[in-house]
C-alpha cells in the first residue's frame, strides 16, 4: 500500500502582503494547481491513499470556484481515498454543509476518534478543539497487530509558532502503539522517533508562501510492505521554492561590489523562484556608501519570480579618530558615545547625522 501524507495546503492564501495583485493570483492558483499535480503524482505511482494532515483551505479565504475543484477532484479520481483532517485554518469543517462529499472523502469527528481500516492499515484520527486537546490522547486505543496510522493537527511542545492552536502533549501518545504519527500545523519537514515503536512526521506545506517558509517544501511517500512496515520518504515537489539569503557588506565595499555579492550568492537559484536578499555587516561611516535598494531590484526583478532586498546594515563608528577631533561632526561622534543606548541605535543615529551635516536628504 502506498500513502501519501501532506498537510498545510491553505489553499486560496491571499498572498497579498507579500506578492503585487497580480503576483498573488498567480501563486494563488499555482496552489490550487499543485494539488492537481499531487492527484497525478497519486495516480503515475500508484497510490491508494491521500492523506491530508489539516490546513486545506487558508481561514475565511476560499472561493466556491475552489472548494467546488477540489471536490470534483476527489469524485473524478474513485480509485483514491482523500483522508481530510480539519485544521486551525478550517473554520467551520473541510468543506461547507452546502456540498455534497463524495464517496472517497474521508472526514473525521471532533469529539471522538474515528477510523478509516484498510486490511491490516488503520488511520485513525481526530479534530482538536479547546474541549478535547487536553486528554485526547487518553482515549486512542489502536491494535498492537495492525499497523497504526495516527494523525493530528498539533504543534510539538517546543513550538513558537501561533498561538491558535491546541497542542496534544506528545508524551500522552507513547507506548500507544501508534507506528506513524502524521502531523499537521509546522510547515517545515520533520521527523523524528515518537517511542520504540513509532515515529511522528511533519510534512512542512506543499507549497512555501512567505519567506519564513523557505526551503524544500513536499509531503511524505509512505510504503507499506505485507509485513506491514512503514517507509517514509520526504519528496520536493513545489513549484517554486523560496530562498532568503544574507550578504555580507563591509566597509570598504562600494555599490559595485554589493550587486557583484548579491549576484555571487543568487547564481545558483533559478529564474522560477522568489528571493528574499538581507543584507548583513558593516558600512564606513566615513565613507558613507547609500545603499541603493532601487538599483539592486532594477539588477534582480526580471531574474526570478519575485526578488526583494532588505538593508540591516549598520555604521561602523569610530570613536578612536574622534577624541580629539574639534569638528561638529567629533563633537557630535563623542556625546554620542556617552549615550547609553543600543549600538544598533547609535549606528542608525550616526548615519542620519552624518548625512544631515552634509546637507542631504533623511529618509526616515
Not at 35 to 54: H, K, M, Q, T
Not at 177 to 204: C, F, M, S, T, W
Not at 347 to 357: F, T
Request: charged letters at 35%; glycine letters at 6%.
Amino acid at each position: 500500500m502506498r500513502i501519501i501524507h501532506c498537510a498545510d495546503l491553505h489553499l486560496e492564501s491571499p498572498l497579498k502582503n507579500i506578492l503585487s495583485p497580480e503576483k498573488a493570483k498567480e501563486r494563488r492558483d499555482e496552489l490550487l494547481e499543485n494539488f492537481d499535480r499531487l492527484v497525478a503524482y497519486a495516480n503515475d505511482n500508484e497510490v491508494d491513499i491521500i492523506l491530508v494532515a489539516g490546513d486545506i483551505f487558508d481561514r475565511g479565504t476560499k472561493r466556491k470556484s475552489a472548494v467546488k475543484h477540489i471536490i470534483e477532484l476527489v469524485k473524478n479520481n474513485p480509485d483514491i481515498d482523500f483522508v481530510f483532517l480539519k485544521g486551525n485554518h478550517d473554520t467551520g469543517g473541510v468543506f461547507d454543509d452546502e456540498y455534497e462529499i463524495p464517496k472517497n472523502a474521508k472526514l473525521f469527528d471532533q469529539n471522538n476518534w474515528k477510523k478509516y481500516e484498510y486490511g491490516d492499515v488503520v488511520i485513525k484520527g481526530v479534530e482538536l478543539s479547546k474541549d478535547n486537546y487536553k486528554d485526547v490522547a487518553l482515549s486512542l486505543v489502536l491494535d498492537p497487530g495492525k499497523c497504526n496510522i495516527v494523525t493530528l493537527h498539533s504543534g510539538a511542545a517546543n513550538y513558537e509558532g501561533e498561538k491558535e492552536i491546541y497542542e496534544v502533549n506528545f508524551n500522552d501518545l507513547k507506548n500507544k502503539n501508534i507506528d506513524y504519527l502524521a502531523l499537521g500545523h509546522i510547515h517545515k519537514y520533520q521527523r523524528e522517533q515518537l517511542d520504540d515503536r513509532g515515529i511522528y512526521v511533519y510534512p512542512g506545506c506543499l507549497e512555501g508562501r512567505g519567506f519564513d517558509e523557505t526551503g524544500k517544501k513536499g509531503f511524505v511517500l509512505l510504503d507499506i510492505g505485507e509485513d506491514n512496515k512503514i517507509s517514509d520518504t520526504f519528496v520536493p515537489f513545489a513549484l517554486r521554492e523560496i530562498h532568503r539569503l544574507e550578504v555580507e557588506v563591509s566597509p570598504t565595499d562600494s555599490m559595485v561590489d554589493i550587486i557583484d555579492n548579491i549576484h555571487a550568492a543568487v547564481d545558483d537559484i533559478i529564474y522560477n523562484d522568489l528571493v528574499e536578499v538581507v543584507l548583513v555587516g558593516k558600512t564606513n561611516m566615513n565613507e558613507l556608501v547609500d545603499i541603493d535598494i532601487r538599483r539592486i531590484k532594477r539588477e534582480f526583478d526580471d531574474k526570478f519570480f519575485f526578488f526583494k532586498v532588505k538593508d540591516n546594515t549598520t555604521v561602523e563608528i569610530d570613536y578612536a579618530s574622534y577624541s580629539n577631533d574639534k569638528s561638529l561632526k567629533g563633537e557630535f561622534i563623542r556625546l554620542l558615545e556617552k549615550q547609553d543606548i543600543s549600538d544598533e541605535d547609535k549606528s542608525l543615529i550616526v548615519e542620519l547625522g552624518i548625512k544631515a551635516l552634509k546637507g542631504e536628504n533623511l529618509d526616515i
